[in-house]
Every structure is written in structure tokens, then in C-alpha cells.
């Protein structure tokens, strides 16, 4: 069996696959400035800061099928409308990762359902894929629990409020050997009739 899957793998290598949604420049970039005073005081390494992005599925697939993955994730994109985020205040997974709240995730999730729905396409590669049922800005994760503490103390009662418009879904690879994750495609959500398309795709 072994000797089977080392002749098959170069053959037939498998991708892993993110969708995102990111913040606008100025939320980013708030969030960075928050994340380096963390990394400072409370001694993160890098492994424990996130990019500060919605991440709303993660999932593998041969990379003989990313074209089809793509057409049918750009098919969900240009479904799903714009829509406004608003980020208030901190929320936390206890005891290992803190983030920004947030007041109004509905447009995410319903997202999160359209790609659910198309998971068919999405299973590959020997992984089931992963929905995010609630996605989050994280700003730390894999904290310990000294860190954790530290920190949800400091800022349980702090405010943070920031809002923008999510125009765009992002999908990321990252192949077999690779260790960074690249951008695939950049998509715009266009809040268009889709479903008569669908049927074409394959």
C-alpha cells in the first residue's frame, strides 16, 4: 500500500484551499498595531498571531480540480451580495484565543451556507472540508494559559468599534510544498441571478 501512494502522490498532488473575507485597509491596520502590542507585552511568537481575516472554510483538493473549484466558488461570489461588518468590543475563546466581537455576522454566515451547499466540489484530497459556522477576527490563537489570562483581563472591558463594507471573497492555496498560503483569486461579491450558469459549470 505504501508503495502504491508513493507512485500515486506526485501524480496526483493535493492543494489546501482557504476562502476569506478581509477588513478594509484602515481595519487592518488598527488590528496590526493592536497585534504588536500584544506580541510585545505578553511575549506572542508569530505562530500565535492571525492575518486578521474572516476565514469562512478551509478544505483540500486534487490540484487537478482547482479550476473547477474556483469557477463554482466564483459562482458563490457573484450570488452572495456586499455587506456591512460592524466590530465592537473583544470576545474570546476560552482559554486559548481572544479576537474583535462582532455585532452583525449574518452576511458571513450566509456565505458560509452558499459555500456548504456547493461542499460536493469542495471534498478532496482525503479531508472533509471545514465551514466555519462562526467565523471571527481573531487577533491570537494557541495562547497559553498565563497568556490568555493576561490578556482577557487587560482588554475584556476595553472598546474597540470599527465597520466596513465587505466587497470581496478571497480564495487562498497553498500547495503540498509550500508553506505559505498565496492568493488564488481575489472575487467580488456582485449580488447577481446565478443559478441558470450553475448548471454549465460541469
Do not use: C
Not at 109 to 115: N, T
Amino acid at each position: 500500500m505504501h508503495a502504491v501512494q508513493t507512485i500515486l502522490s506526485p501524480m496526483y498532488p493535493v492543494n489546501q484551499y482557504m476562502v476569506i473575507i478581509r477588513p478594509s485597509e484602515a481595519v487592518i491596520n488598527r488590528i496590526k498595531t493592536i497585534r504588536n502590542d500584544w506580541k510585545t507585552h505578553f511575549n506572542l511568537q508569530n505562530t500565535q498571531l492571525q492575518g486578521g481575516f474572516f476565514m469562512l472554510a478551509k478544505f483540500s483538493q486534487f490540484a487537478m480540480l482547482e479550476q473547477r473549484v474556483t469557477d463554482k466558488i466564483k459562482m458563490i461570489a457573484m450570488e452572495a451580495a456586499p455587506f456591512r461588518l460592524q466590530l465592537k468590543d473583544y470576545t474570546a475563546i476560552p482559554d486559548h484565543s481572544i479576537g474583535t466581537g462582532i455585532v452583525n455576522p449574518a452576511g458571513l454566515k450566509a456565505i458560509v451556507k452558499m459555500l456548504r451547499r456547493e461542499q460536493r466540489i469542495l471534498k478532496g484530497g482525503g479531508e472533509l472540508p471545514f465551514f466555519n459556522d462562526q467565523p471571527g477576527l481573531w487577533i491570537a490563537t494557541r495562547l497559553q494559559q498565563k497568556q490568555y489570562d493576561e490578556i482577557y483581563n487587560r482588554y475584556k472591558n476595553r472598546h474597540f468599534t470599527a465597520a466596513f463594507v465587505a466587497e470581496n471573497m478571497i480564495l487562498l492555496r497553498k500547495a503540498a510544498n509550500q508553506k505559505q498560503w498565496t492568493v488564488l483569486e481575489n472575487m467580488p461579491l456582485q449580488n447577481l441571478p446565478v443559478f441558470s450558469q450553475q448548471g454549465m459549470l460541469f
